[in-house]
Each structure stands twice: as C-alpha cells, then as structure tokens.
C-alpha cells in the first residue's frame, strides 16, 4: 500500500508542477506568433508634416474642375463616417465633426447623400469626400449597389434621400441625366471593418463586386480603407506602429482582397478616431498616407477622363 500511495503522491506532484508553469510558457508553444519579423509594407511614421503639406498645396489641374471627388461607401458600422471626420481631424489638428456619427443601433445613420469638404487649418482644400447611406447585406437594407454607381458617375443631386426598397430612377427629380466632368467621383473608397471581415456575408460581398464590378468597366480606382486595427489585434492595440508587422493585420487584408477583388497595394489600414479629444501623430499619418494614395489615384483618372 504505501509503495502505491507513493506512485499517486508523485503523479499527483507531477500534475501540480504541470498546473504551476507559467501560462505563457505553454502558451509559446500552442498560439502562432502574431508579429512578423520584417515589416510587410515600408513605412516612414516621421513623414506627417510632409504629407499634410504636400496635400495642402495640391491644385487641381483642370478649369472645369475645382475639387477632387472622392466617394465613400461601406458597411454599415464600418466607419465611412469615422474617416471622414478623421481626415479632417488630421488636417486640422484638433477633433471635428463634419460628418455625424452614430452609434446607437445597426442601421445606417446616414440616408442622404452628403458632400463634405476637406478643410485645413487655413481654409477649405480641393478634395469633397461624399458619404453614402451604408452597405447592408439584404437586397433591400441599407444602399442599393445601383445607387452607388449612380453617385459615382454624378447623377445623383447632393441631399437625395436614399429608398431602401429601389434605386434612384432615371425619372426622379434627384436624376442628373446630364453630369458634368466635376459632378463626378474620380475615387471610389469602400471602408471595411478589420474585425468583420471573415464574417462577411455572401450577399455583401456581392454587392461589392457588383460596384467594383460597373466601375472597373470605367477605370475608376478603389481603395479599401480598413478601419478598427487596433481592435482586430491586440499587438496593434498596444502599439500602433506595429500594424504594419502585424500578421493578423496582413492575413486580414489578404482575405480582403481575395473577396472584394482590390489588390494589396490598394488597401490600406487605418484607425479613426473614436474616443480621443485630442489628436496623435501615428493615427495622423496612417489617415494622411492613405489620404495621398487616394488623392493621386482620383487626379489621375480625372487626368485620364479630361483627355478622352
């Protein structure tokens, strides 16, 4: 008897020195690494200033066109409304609420087709960024795909009220059967959440490709902004400078890219400011890098359209 109870003092010894290792030592060996060692995308996190400026100075190099027109569209909560505002927070220094933001339930805050200017510290830049009723997955929530393309090629009034049920007829008054060149988006940005991104729904994605799909037969550019990287990965979370080593950042915009289509270099990860009161130079940049990419991919299709 007590050479057996000795054998189950010393495997019950063996469970308890098992149990009282450091979970992270355990941990090591069963969850991947989430940082890479080399960065996935070079970045210069010091390049702020010179991006604000070279934006702030940016004319528009067409008479019949006095701004850049840059459409946003998405999901609903994704943040369409976060980067407009973020955006202008970057320019301006100090939080801005150009566009309302909601967060109280899981409709679309927006319903009208809305126009906002870019403004900088010493008054209004060339670029308007126009926020769209969101993306929801039923054929008939949220903005129908036929609307999107419609504001896209400018035949849509600024203020028109979005119809859940059916989009914008030819007939309507909100019709603009005639759009000059400047009505008209050079840019079209589809903002997408990190975190939701494998959830996606079949009907969703679908609606995106049938955008990217109409527009792509015009060579209008698209970007992916992807917002909330700080809430998709804890190592981001902490430090925002490590977006760009994040594998689960990358790993995110690859499968982003495989559904929606947009190439990686299209896709740029971003955080909007949500609970802040004051401004940071690393969210900053990321919105004012991405913001650059945007602006030149929009001047080169109007440059494009101006000589056909």
Known sequence: MGGK?????????????????????????TSPDIELEKPWRK???????????RLEMFSVNHPDVKHIKI?????????????INSVNNAFRGRMTSEAI?????????????????VRGADGDLPFVLTDIMGLQPKVLEGSQPEDIIKAIYGH?????KFNEEEPLSHTSEDYVSDPLLSDQAFCLVYIVEANTIEGASDQLVDKLKIIRRRVSDKRIPQ??????????CPLVKNDLKKVHTSKKIKEKMQLCSEMIGVPMNCIFPVKNYHDE??????????ILKAFDQIVNFANDRLMNAASN
Do not use: C
Request: proline letters at 1%.
């Open 5 to 29: 109870a000795s054998k189950q003092e010393t495997a019950a010894s063996n469970l308890e020195s098992a149990a009282s290792k450091p979970e992270s030592t355990t941990s090591k060996t």
């Open 43 to 53: 970045f210069d996190w010091e390049k702020k200033e010179v991006l604000k400026k």
């Open 71 to 83: 459409l946003v569209a998405g999901q609903v909560g994704a943040g369409k409304s976060s980067f």
């Open 101 to 117: 933001v909601d967060q109280s339930s899981g409709k679309s805050f927006t319903k009208n087709l809305k126009s906002h200017r």
């Open 156 to 160: 849509v009034k600024d203020e028109y």
């Open 223 to 232: 970007v992916i902004i992807m917002t909330k990287v700080d809430e998709a």
């Open 277 to 286: 009161i004051d401004t940071d130079d690393d969210v900053d940049v990321l």
